[in-house]
């Protein structure tokens, strides 16, 4: 079974320009969620997607950030303009059902923002 | 919202000894507590999980223990070997994963 697929692996952009994210989440998931992961320390949730709908982007910085998911199946995650605090792992996961209790999540491998 | 502290954030054992990594968490309602594994360059995978109704669960050479009354959980790998090396990561829930900031496990050869 192909697992959580993510793109661009790694990028470096200069502050104040964008940026774009892709994701392509296990085949069936309902649930497609958007983590930013700052280095040494854990994953924080972005976003959630229930299907092509918009759970939970209590922590998403909405100045700056934006995600979609059309058709309930792939996602991207934008930033503009991006600030150095934003370099960060980005973490795209998946699961079957919404909610954790009994819904495990994969993640994919992540994409690697640097902004100098 | 959920607070999750981990601890150690680095531990370094000799291959063969056990490996104990210790979570709290703040908030009572909390019901589910997976464990992720993060090797270098890739995603966190999922290890090992509890829920809240129960107290200890085992996996070979992983176990996890909880304690609600207390708020806090552990990890436990014995016999650890250097495919072990890792960060590895609590989570509590209740309705959304808050992640511990991680342990950086090393295992001497």
């Known amino acids: 079974e192909a697992g959580v697929a ?3 692996r ?6 104040r320009q964008s940026v774009a994210f892709w994701c392509n989440p296990i085949s069936g998931h309902a649930t497609l969620y958007w983590y930013q992961q700052i280095l040494g320390q854990g994953p924080k949730l972005l976003i959630q997607f229930q299907n092509n709908g ?13 995600a979609e998911r059309l058709k309930g199946v ?10 150095l605090e934003d370099s960060a792992v980005y973490l795209c996961a998946s699961s079957l059902g919404g909610g954790t209790l009994g819904n495990t999540i994969y993640f994919g491998e992540g994409s690697w923002l640097t902004v100098v | 919202g959920e607070n999750v502290e981990q601890h150690p954030s680095t531990l370094s054992v000799q291959e063969g000894d056990s490996a104990v990594i210790k979570c709290t968490y703040s908030d009572s309602a909390s019901n ?4 992720y594994k993060q090797e270098l360059g890739k995603g966190p ?13 085992k996996d070979q050479r992983i176990a996890v223990t909880l304690n609600k009354t207390a708020k806090h959980f552990s ?7 250097p495919e072990d090396s890792a960060v590895y990561f609590c989570a509590a829930s ?9 342990t950086t496990v090393t295992v001497r050869a």
């Open chain 1, 6 to 8: 993510q793109s661009p």
């Open chain 1, 10 to 15: 790694y990028k470096i952009i200069e502050k």
């Open chain 1, 54 to 66: 918009v759970v939970d982007d209590s922590q998403l910085p909405k100045d700056r950030f934006s």
């Open chain 1, 74 to 83: 792939d996602s991207t995650l934008k930033i503009q303009p991006a600030k």
């Open chain 2, 32 to 35: 589910y507590f997976p464990w």
């Open chain 2, 45 to 57: 995978q999922l290890i090992i999980d509890i829920r809240s109704n129960v107290g200890e669960k």
């Open chain 2, 75 to 81: 990890l436990h790998i014995t016999e650890t070997q």
């Open chain 2, 94 to 102: 209740i309705a959304k994963l808050s992640f511990g900031a991680g």
